[in-house]
């Protein structure tokens, strides 16, 4: 990003002292904007002449001319340009790159170098770095600084030396503060350490600033440099971007902005559009990675076992600011939250609630137009006055996350007759959906992932734009499941007959008196009245109960196969009715599946609706307990040939003998598995020419001695491997030429059973980047034993903790 010092370093190189000898022509030129060559060339050509003329006692042109430079036009200058450097020894820095065009147009006017010449270039955005050479090892991507270093600097800057600011209680404090905003950034290190040195060295003068960080970054022209190379980035952006990248100021500071979260509602706001065979989320996603390369978000991760490695962004508390002031200057989006100003200007489009914001329905409603309002996040406790029927322009309610939320408060949700994209997610207090969704006829997304809802209603096959829905949580297979949750029950509850007596009893009282839910429930921001009571008993706990097992996965109505836009469903049971299969067997645009039920009564008519989803990606497939998976998946011939991604959760004994030819296959994860054969099964992986991620998840295989042995040229693309919780791991061997793509191996044991020598040929895996260990605490020697074997590897990979 702007700030990180790529030219002050660049061009401190350039005038060291030891290359000014080594090369014959030296350079150093800015790429301006807008970008025209024949200007570019004739900057260049200036300063390569000047070098002449200082060797020479004037300026030569050559052929005894004396045309100047800016006479000459492209064709005279790019001939010139090759007179004076070719077959020297040239350093050349052309600082400032913001196109792949720009580079084209200047390397194609450029004469053949000599082969001990370099050309350096800065630029922020990474997708250029690559352009420009196609050799990794040649792009330096500068980090921000280490805390211990961006303090040093900071103290440097204020004092005029380094101190000890720990002897400055005071300051301190203030000072972490003030290194959180620059998180690193030399840029706004030097420019507000440079500020606060000609201040008094007092506490409260560094608090006014990070108080009012915002108006200072705007007004104080001491800081304009911040703002000024920050904002470049932002100019620079194209159209498509800057709306992308003023819409994350919705979200809280420091807060991990899921990318699956944020590429839908993109689409979902109309940024991103289908294009031919891309569709709009997946065009959305490409924006992600735009402004990820030119480093206008940072990469993070939500989870240690994401599908994708980047699953999820943060913005730079200053990149943040400059986002948030464009925002409101455009009436895009207001964020309500504490101390926030109540005078709004124009028409705003996207409300963002914080949980700090404490006003009350008088004060939000003099505050916010909601009939203007196109978007709606709520972040902390939901509020019944947050939604009103006036928000007749609403397209996107998203509530991920948010607490208060119960059944009742759907029934208003139901009426925003233009919502788009609606996210309950992680909302454990919704239990049931109203039959008035299907009002809901424009929505595309319906995220209920992490609800208690067991079943959607019947109008939902109304919803024939729906493009996503998700519900229900995926943990691992039922009995699992079962097993963790009855483990610590006593004996007399897990009888049906004594447990529904307690349930009856329970209702009874609640209905009475609801606010009990609440201390049941434990959780005060909750508001449930008698019908959600209601709600709760008879369409949860119940039917639950009655089924006499745990229950994972949701029940989806009749009609479903009439939602022909459907691209992602999950997570579904199965065991409800055979007729449902036939249901997803025309849904013949998923590209992802997540089931659960599947058994030995309906694999067949699974296996037959798998063979007509012919764009089909991705698949989960999880069962309980015996016979499981077991003989289920026999009956597929071949997988779809779009598939890619394959989960399999529940007792399988043996691999499906189709996996075998199963080419097209990139990810595959096993869990309860309990896979028998394990040397056969790993050469039948092996020898899967793309597989590229494998993830062996607890009780994948069965055995109390696991060891795998990695052969070579097994594994040929696998970058990442995951072995997490594996019963009876003895070792891990990897031998020389196995998996030599291996980037990333991810391991999570237990303390009691990891050796010193469960790993062992680490040193062999060429490719290797990071080991992931979790955070449990292991033994001494495995740990001394693991790093040794990480320092033994050429590649010097990382060891990792999370």
Not at 645 to 669: A, M, R
Request: aromatic share 8%.
């Amino acid at each position: 990003m702007g700030g990180l010092g790529k030219t002050a370093l660049v061009k401190d190189v350039y005038e060291s002292q030891k290359l000014i000898g080594m090369f014959e022509k030296r350079a150093c030129v800015t790429v301006l904007r807008p970008f025209v060559l024949k200007e570019f060339l004739q900057s260049l050509l200036t300063q390569l002449n000047v070098q002449s003329s200082e060797k020479k006692g004037a300026i030569d042109f050559g052929h005894g001319t004396r045309n100047t430079v800016a006479m000459m036009g492209v064709e005279e200058l790019i001939k010139e340009l090759a007179r004076l450097i070719e077959g020297k020894k040239c350093l050349i820095v052309l600082d400032d790159f913001s196109s792949t065009a720009e580079w084209d147009n200047i390397i194609g006017s450029f004469p053949k170098l000599d082969s001990s010449s370099q050309i350096v270039i800065t630029t922020r955005d990474e997708s250029i770095a690559k352009h420009c050479s196609e050799k990794q090892q040649n792009i330096y991507k500068l980090e921000v600084l280490k805390d211990n270093d961006a303090l040093y600097l900071f103290t440097r800057k204020v004092f005029k030396e380094a101190i000890d600011l720990d002897k400055h209680p005071a300051l301190i404090e203030e000072a972490k503060v003030i290194m959180k905003k620059c998180n690193g950034l030399p840029l706004a290190i030097v420019t507000i350490g440079g500020f606060l040195a000609n201040q008094p060295k007092k506490a409260m003068e560094w608090r006014k600033l990070n108080e009012h960080i915002s108006a200072e970054l705007e007004m104080n022209p001491e800081l304009e440099a911040i703002r000024t190379i920050l904002s470049k980035s932002y100019d620079g952006l194209p159209y498509h971007l800057k709306s992308c990248f003023l819409y994350l100021s919705i979200f809280p500071e420091d807060y991990k902005i899921s990318r699956r979260r944020l590429t839908r509602r993109w689409a979902a706001e109309g940024y991103s559009r289908d294009i031919r065979e891309k569709s709009a989320e997946e065009i959305a996603d490409t924006y992600f990675m735009e402004l990820m390369d030119r480093s206008m978000i940072l990469p993070s991760q939500q989870s240690a076992r994401s599908r994708k490695g980047i699953d999820s962004c943060q913005v730079h508390d200053l990149m943040r600011e400059i986002s948030i002031s464009r925002s409101m200057e455009e009436s895009l989006v207001f964020r309500l939250e504490e101390s926030c100003s109540s005078n709004v200007q124009g028409r705003v489009r996207h409300l963002s609630i914080n949980s700090n914001w404490k006003g009350d329905r008088s004060e939000f409603g003099s505050v916010v137009d909601s009939s203007r309002i196109r978007s709606l996040t709520v972040f902390g406790k939901l509020r019944p006055f947050f939604i009103s029927d006036k928000m007749r322009l609403l397209r996107i309610l998203d509530l991920e996350g948010a607490s208060g939320l119960v059944d009742h408060h759907l029934m208003q949700i139901a009426k925003l007759l233009h919502l788009k994209y609606l996210s309950l997610r992680g909302c454990d207090k919704i239990f049931h959906l109203p039959d008035s969704i299907g009002n809901l006829t424009q929505l595309e997304t319906l995220d209920l992932q992490r609800t208690s809802i067991t079943k959607l209603p019947k109008t939902i096959t109304k919803l024939r734009k729906l493009q996503y829905i998700r519900a229900s949580d995926i943990e691992g297979d039922d009995s699992d499941i079962y097993e963790r949750v009855t483990k610590d029950v006593p004996k007399l509850v897990q009888n049906r007959g004594c447990l529904l007596t307690i349930l009856s009893v329970v209702f009874c009282v609640a209905c009475c008196k609801p606010p009990i839910v609440n201390y049941l429930f434990n959780d005060t921001d909750a508001n449930f009245n008698r019908r959600d009571v209601c709600t709760l008993f008879c369409c949860a706990c119940f039917p639950l109960l009655a089924k006499g097992a745990f229950f994972s996965g949701v029940k989806i109505p009749r009609g479903i196969g009439n939602m022909k836009a459907l691209h992602t469903m999950g997570f579904v049971n199965l065991t409800w009715s055979k007729a449902i299969i036939g249901e997803i067997k025309r849904l013949t645009l998923l590209r992802k599946l997540a089931v659960t039920g599947i058994s030995m009564k309906n694999g067949q008519e699974f296996c037959s609706a798998l063979a007509h989803l012919s764009n089909l990606e991705s698949l989960l497939v999880q069962s309980n307990g015996e016979p499981g998976l077991h003989g289920c998946l026999d009956g597929l011939s071949s997988p779809p040939k779009k598939l890619q991604s394959l989960k399999l959760y529940g007792n399988l004994v043996e691999l499906p003998g189709w996996i075998n030819d199963f080419h097209n296959l990139v990810k595959l994860t096993l869990r309860s598995s309990r896979i028998l054969e394990l040397c056969d099964t790993i050469e039948v992986l092996g020898k899967l020419p793309n597989l590229g991620s494998l993830r062996l998840w607890a009780k994948s295989f069965q055995g109390e001695d696991i060891s795998f042995n990695f052969h070579p040229e097994t594994f040929p693309s696998l970058t990442v491997l995951e072995l997490n919780s594996i019963d009876g791991l003895k070792s891990v061997v990897f031998e020389e030429g196995a998996m030599l793509k291996l980037e990333l191996l991810d391991f999570c044991g237990s303390n009691e059973e990891n050796s010193t020598g469960l790993f062992s040929g680490l040193p062999f895996l060429p490719s290797l980047k990071v080991f992931k260990l979790d955070s449990k605490t292991y033994k001494d020697d495995f740990m001394e034993y693991l790093q040794g074997q990480l320092g033994e590897n050429p590649n010097g990979p990382i060891l990792r903790r999370y």
